[in-house]
C-alpha cells in the first residue's frame, strides 16, 4: 500500500498579528532598543502581514495621534510606535480600524502591559 503524502503550506492573510501597549516601559528597553527616551511613557507593537501593510499603519498612526516612529521594517511587517500612553492607545485603535474596517484585515484585539 502506497502512503499518501500531505504538504500544508501557511499562507497569511491580511491580519496583525499582534497589537500591544507597553505602558510605563523600563527606560533599560528604551535603550536596548534603540528608542528615544524622552518619549518614554508608552511603546506600541504592531505586527502586520502582509508586511508592506506596516507602511500604511505607520501613516494611520502618525496622522491619528502625536506618536514617534520606533522602528518600521516593511520586511518583517513590524512597526515600533512611542509616546504617552494616551497617544499611542490611540494611534494603535485607529490604525487597527483602518486596517479591518477599510483595508478588510481579519480584526484582532490591543493586548497592555
Known amino acids: ?8 503550506e501557511y499562507v497569511p492573510g491580511k491580519q496583525v498579528t499582534l497589537a500591544h501597549l507597553i505602558a510605563n516601559p523600563a527606560g533599560s528597553i528604551f535603550n536596548k532598543l534603540g528608542l528615544i527616551e524622552e518619549y518614554n511613557d508608552a511603546i506600541g507593537i504592531l505586527t502586520i502581514t502582509p508586511s508592506e501593510a506596516a507602511i500604511i499603519a ?24 512611542t509616546r504617552d500612553i494616551s497617544s499611542v492607545e490611540s494611534a494603535l485603535k485607529e490604525v487597527l480600524r483602518v486596517l479591518t474596517d477599510i483595508l478588510l484585515f ?8
Open 1 to 8: 500500500m502506497e502512503k499518501q503524502r500531505v504538504i500544508q
Open 58 to 81: 505607520s501613516d494611520v498612526a502618525t496622522k491619528a495621534a502625536e506618536v514617534e516612529i520606533g522602528f518600521l521594517d516593511r520586511f518583517s511587517g513590524s512597526l515600533v510606535i
Open 106 to 113: 481579519t480584526h484582532t484585539f490591543i493586548t497592555r502591559s
